[in-house]
């Protein structure tokens, strides 16, 4: 079978592999990423899995010519793998294998990775940097976020990396990825970011960090790394219109994912608030309407019954301005928050009433609702 035991005798040592990166070891156009690499690359696994039915993502076509040294080698990868177009193309009930990426966050050997990269597998093989093997087991996963938690057996320190603050990440700061694209472990990638809070479909909580670090098939589940060797992205996806990296690729930021993964660990799931409403945006005519300076805030278009919002008094035509403090310049901030709050606790709302304002405290609620698939992506958009 694919899954093994550990193999070799000894643990890498994080006190000396992975001491922090000195601040400012990646000024503007830095000469090599050399030591950002060596710091950090022992923590970054590959993930291998088989499973006995096809995984929703798709894998792109060949983009090679024919004769290219490079066919035969994607050939066999692809060889296989499930959602391969053309010729070849393995039917869904037979065994399939499949690559991702992932790190390790803890000593004693819990992973982190994608949810669409193990959702579906039924064995899964852990492949350290020196070749080191590990069988895992999924400790839990979040659909909603595509995040996984995976849990190694060991007996030995392992390496590990931290995650950084992915909220005090700017445009245009240099970025790192390493993964196993196409089956190519320890592929190292660098980039900027090129944006942040981007929305690709994806789940209901979508706020992706976008950078032009190349993002391609086989990424799925690894570490984006800040200056400091610190984890301040997942790799999840690429822009995709051809098949190939474009430059154009998402990940999850640490900030959202640090508490679906200490959730994960302590339980195995996820706990989310819940408010009971539908909204909408603000679009500049409702603002206009509404006598509101900017297009800003959450219209409700229906409170649920017997939900923390109806108890709350909160109706149908109010617009949320902003929770707790925090203006909400884009509605797609508020389930967000609604969903990092704690079952029980109260939030303050500042909302807009018949031209009004004023503020109503809601006790949240917990989401009683199963756990979603994450929602079907784009033509132009692949996971990693």
Do not use: C
Not at 193 to 204: C, E, H, L, V, Y
Not at 308 to 318: E, I, K, M, R, Y
């Amino acid at each position: 079978t694919l899954l093994m035991g550990a193999v070799g005798s000894q643990a890498l040592s994080t006190s000396e592999q992975l001491a922090p990166v000195p601040r400012g070891a990646l000024p503007g156009g830095p000469e090599s990423f050399s030591e950002l690499v060596e710091q950090v690359k022992p923590a970054v696994v590959n993930i291998a899995i088989v499973g006995s039915a096809p995984a929703r993502a798709r894998q792109p076509q060949q983009a090679f010519p024919p004769g290219s040294p490079f066919e035969d080698l994607f050939r066999q990868f692809y060889q296989g793998q499930p959602g391969m177009r053309g010729p070849g193309r393995v039917p869904s009930n037979r065994p399939f294998r499949a690559v991702g990426s992932g790190f390790i966050v803890s000593a004693d050997g819990f992973v982190v990775t994608n949810n669409h990269v193990i959702e579906r597998a039924e064995e899964i093989e852990i492949v350290m940097q020196d070749g080191e093997r590990y069988s895992a087991t999924v400790q839990g996963r979040d659909p909603k976020t595509d995040l996984a938690l995976l849990k190694v057996a060991v007996d030995v320190a392992l390496p590990y990396v931290e995650l950084g603050d992915s909220d005090a990440a700017r445009v245009g700061d240099w970025v790192l990825a390493v993964g196993n694209p196409f089956g190519l472990g320890g592929t190292v990638t660098a980039g900027i970011i090129s944006a942040r809070g981007r929305d690709i479909q994806a789940g209901p909580f979508d706020d992706f960090l976008q950078v032009d670090a190349p993002i391609n098939q086989g990424n799925s589940g690894g570490p984006l790394f800040d200056g400091q060797g610190k984890v301040i992205g997942i790799n999840t996806a690429n822009y995709s219109p051809s098949g190939g990296s474009v430059g154009i690729g998402f990940a999850i930021p640490a900030a959202m994912a640090e508490d679906v993964i200490d959730q994960l660990k302590s339980n195995g799931s996820v706990q989310r608030g819940w408010l009971g409403v539908q909204f909408q945006p603000v679009n500049s005519a409702i603002a206009a309407s509404l006598g509101l300076e900017k297009a800003s805030g959450a219209l409700i278009a229906e409170v649920v019954e017997d939900s923390p919002a109806d108890t709350a008094g909160l109706q149908a035509g109010d617009v949320i301005l902003s929770v707790d403090g925090r203006h909400l310049d884009d509605s797609k901030a508020l389930p967000r928050i609604i969903a990092s709050a704690e079952a029980g606790s109260e939030l303050d709302m500042r909302i807009l009433r018949a031209g009004k304002r004023r503020t109503v405290s809601v006790e949240i609620g917990r989401s009683e609702e199963a756990v979603a698939a994450v929602g079907p992506q784009s033509d132009e958009l692949a996971q990693g």
